[in-house]
């Protein structure tokens, strides 16, 4: 009864005269103009209507979060350049597509970040319909790899760097989708008024590479053990699920089973979705499962897993479980029947208000056209296939409460929406959104709400790799409460944000301690001074 008078007070604002706003548009106002540049070719390839992805990390070691935005085209190899914004002193940014080298002209879908080379900056890899791109950066400008070893040029969608061997060199992990190739260009095999699904296109294995540590990498799919699982593969979450202090790979597949690759600790993955209850939902059903995200939605100290679906399915909740397993809490959570008419793709689990609990958003868009078109200003043929965002209010024990109209222009303006990135683009304590429209410009949303308590950011940095350490698994301790998350940049859909942890602490103004696991299960502890601010944690200078 609480909880319920909680959520219906937030839902009610404090004035009596509607409810506070949570967000509101800065994209403009902030300097990014970004419009995308996907054109229909008239015969529905499937990588029109998945869209792009977004990056948010600090592209030159000043402090300041940059943004990458992933741009399509018209067909494969007539892609449009993506564009790339850097963060100025003082707020905003400005476009530095051509300075920095980011402007890739192929037909983008998604993007992944991270320091291939322990160099102490961050490189770029990006995905596409057509051969992928691979870029190393040299302070703050990128170079394409023309010899990285990488040469498919199957469609990919999106991609994750993660160091499956401890051996301190980040490897790449690579989703695959189907082959979009006979819809290209010409007269289609069948006679087609819209988009179809994955059923009528053949699927394919993903791809792991394995870096040399010499700034190449060799394609170890087969040996690893993930060829001969062909599957329409979308969002990838990297995590420790066993605690054995191995990373392990989650990988959203669109209309079949999902995967979850158990890492073996020695160059090999076994498959366990459904061992681990999360290959279908809790009817048995495989439903298709575009972005997905992680976060301890009840406060348990366990990570739940959040799937977003196509029109006619619910979204999914799956409650995490003892030794990495999980169970469909969907019909409990909130977050299922109000998905039901529309399909979503990229989502966050965070604290918007610092409450102390994890919070839900969802970017969403049809993959037909809708009978009834809702308002908007996506322009044709986009407009037919627009649909509102959600934003979901946790009451702390894991039910959420539809809060959309809190966002306004987040919700109002339907779009075609596609990749969701949340991050503190204004260096103010709270998290903000970036949402990427196919047709149309990416939305940036300020965070605007009234702060209900403290926060706390965490960057886990090892200083022989000197990076950040990739698959750390971080508990902040404050009297009775625990609160848990990882590091590792891939998340929602297509998507990839390396920035510090975000930790939203309520009434606490302090905390006991911290507690981290680094990869290879080596576990310290840290003291922290001060809350509503960042620290940094550094690997070897905790207690033990």
């Not at 002209?105 to 998604?110: E, F, R």
Request: charged fraction near 25%.
């Amino acid at each position: 009864m609480l909880a319920a008078l909680v959520v219906a007070s937030l839902l009610a604002g404090c004035d009596g005269n509607g409810p506070t706003p949570i967000f509101r548009e800065a994209g403009p106002e902030w300097g990014i103009t970004f419009s995308s540049g996907v054109t229909p070719n008239g015969n529905y390839p499937i990588p029109e209507i998945v869209g792009s992805g977004v990056a948010v990390f600090d592209a030159n070691g000043d402090g300041l979060a940059d943004i990458y935005l992933i741009d399509a085209g018209s067909g494969r190899d007539r892609g449009a350049p993506n564009r790339f914004y850097r963060g100025r002193p003082g707020g905003g940014f400005e476009d530095a597509t051509e300075e920095s080298g980011l402007g890739d002209t192929g037909y983008g879908t998604g993007v992944a970040v991270g320091d291939m080379d322990n160099d102490g900056d961050l490189d770029v890899y990006v995905t596409n319909w057509g051969i992928d791109s691979l870029y190393r950066n040299d302070g703050g400008t990128f170079a394409l790899v023309a010899d990285s070893g990488i040469s498919d040029d199957r469609w990919s969608t999106a991609a994750a760097f993660v160091d499956i061997d401890l051996d301190g060199h980040l490897d790449l992990y690579v989703a695959r989708h189907a082959d979009p190739d006979v819809f290209a260009s010409g007269e289609p095999a069948v006679d087609l008024v819209d988009y179809n699904g994955p059923g009528v296109y053949a699927h394919e294995d993903d791809s792991l590479y394995r870096n040399r540590g010499d700034g190449t990498f060799e394609d170890i799919t087969e040996p690893a053990g993930l060829a001969g699982h062909p599957a329409a593969s979308f969002g990838i979450l990297v995590e420790d699920i066993d605690d054995d202090g191995w990373p392990d790979v989650f990988v959203a597949n669109d209309g079949v089973r999902n995967h979850l690759w158990m890492n073996q600790r020695d160059g090999t993955f076994r498959e366990e979705g459904v061992q681990r209850g999360v290959a279908f939902n809790g009817s048995g059903s495989s439903e298709a499962s575009m972005g997905a995200a992680m976060g301890d939605i009840d406060g348990d100290g366990r990570r739940d897993l959040f799937l977003t679906h196509l029109g006619g399915e619910t979204n999914t909740v799956y409650r995490g479980g003892s030794r990495g397993g999980w169970t469909d809490v969907t019909g409990r959570s909130g977050a299922g029947q109000p998905s039901i008419a529309r399909t979503g793709w990229g989502a966050e689990l965070f604290d918007i208000e610092c409450d102390g609990d994890v919070d839900l958003v969802v970017a969403n868009g049809s993959t037909w056209r809708l009978a009834t078109a809702y308002p908007g200003p996506s322009p044709k043929p986009w407009a037919d296939y627009a649909e509102p965002n959600e934003l979901f209010l946790n009451d702390g024990t894991g039910k959420f409460a539809l809060a959309s109209d809190r966002a306004p222009g987040f919700r109002e303006e339907a779009e075609s929406s596609r990749g969701l990135a949340a991050a503190d683009l204004d260096a103010d304590g709270d998290l903000d959104l970036i949402v990427t429209n196919i047709g149309g410009v990416a939305r940036i949303y300020e965070n605007v709400s009234e702060r209900a308590g403290h926060w706390l950011g965490l960057r886990l940095m090892d200083p022989d790799l000197k990076r950040e350490a990739y698959g750390a698994t971080v508990t902040v301790v404050a009297g009775a409460r625990r609160w848990v998350d990882v590091v590792g940049p891939s998340s929602s859909f297509l998507t990839s944000v390396d920035a510090p942890l975000h930790f939203g602490l309520g009434e606490a103004s302090s905390v006991d301690a911290v507690e981290v696991v680094w990869p290879g299960a080596i576990r310290e502890t840290f003291d922290l001074n001060g809350v509503d601010r960042v620290h940094v944690l550094t690997r070897g200078e905790g207690s033990r």
